[in-house]
T-cell receptor
Framework: GENVEQHPSTLSVQEGDSAVIKCTYS??????FPWYKQELGKRPQLIID?????GEKKDQRIAVTLNKTAKHFSLHITETQPEDSAVYFC????????????FGTGTLLAVQP | EPEVTQTPSHQVTQMGQEVILRCVPI?????FYWYRQILGQKVEFLVS????????KSEIFDDQFSVERPDGSNFTLKIRSTKLEDSAMYFC??????????????FGEGSWLTVV
């Protein structure tokens, strides 16, 4: 079945601290693991993604790590800034051969100045 | 940077009426999608479309819904006989063109549908 969970559901950090959000999925055939950022009333915006043949990927202050054996992947944001405040969704693809993304339940990140 | 564009941005419709939401995907993309997001909830997959046919659809995408690519640039979602529970933000998305980039999905700004 399609089961994607995120933890925590809310996360409050001080500006400059790091934030980590974990996504657990159930479909062992998933091979594409993106993270989307959604500001209030806006579209989901792709911020970073990783494919199953890679364990870690970094883009400036953002990184994603993948543990395919344990079926989870995590978003890491370092040196958080107030503009990082948003809802973050993981959205692994379902079935491996499809483009269907199954969104997680979302994590509300609040960065306190 | 190319973007997925959607119209209208907001539509209010009477229950039972038909609604058509329009999208212009990124020009060289070949894979098209509709997702929806009920207020305060997660984004849900509705349908994917490739090579002029539906490639996959969710349980939400029942006979009330249909998609069409009427020309080379537009991609539409039609909802027949709208219900109150159809009220949501509907996101169009696209990806491609090649197999290596088909997973990288870009979303439009959304069409907010309110059924009254």
């Amino acid at each position: 079945g399609e089961n994607v969970e995120q933890h925590p559901s809310t996360l409050s950090v001080q500006e400059g601290d790091s934030a980590v959000i974990k996504c657990t999925y159930s479909d062992s055939a998933s091979n594409y693991f993106p993270w989307y950022k959604q500001e209030l009333g806006k579209r989901p915006q792709l911020i970073i993604d990783i494919r199953s043949n890679v364990g870690e990927k970094k883009d400036q202050r953002i990184a994603v790590t993948l543990n395919k054996t344990a079926k989870h992947f995590s978003l890491h944001i370092t040196e958080t800034q107030p503009e990082d405040s948003a809802v973050y969704f993981c959205a692994p693809n379902y079935g491996g051969a499809t483009n269907k993304l199954i969104f997680g339940t979302g994590t509300l990140l609040a960065v306190q100045p | 940077e190319p973007e997925v564009t959607q119209t209208p941005s907001h539509q209010v419709t009477q229950m039972g009426q038909e609604v058509i939401l329009r999208c212009v995907p990124i020009s060289n993309h070949l894979y098209f999608y509709w997702y929806r997001q009920i207020l305060g909830q997660k984004v849900e997959f509705l349908v994917s479309f490739y090579n002029n046919e539906i490639s996959e659809k969710s349980e939400i995408f029942d006979d009330q819904f249909s998609v069409e690519r009427p020309d080379g640039s537009n991609f539409t979602l039609k909802i027949r006989s709208t219900k109150l529970e159809d009220s949501a933000m509907y996101f169009c998305a696209s990806s491609g063109p090649g197999p290596s980039s088909r997973n990288t999905i870009y979303f439009g700004e959304g069409s907010w549908l309110t059924v009254v």
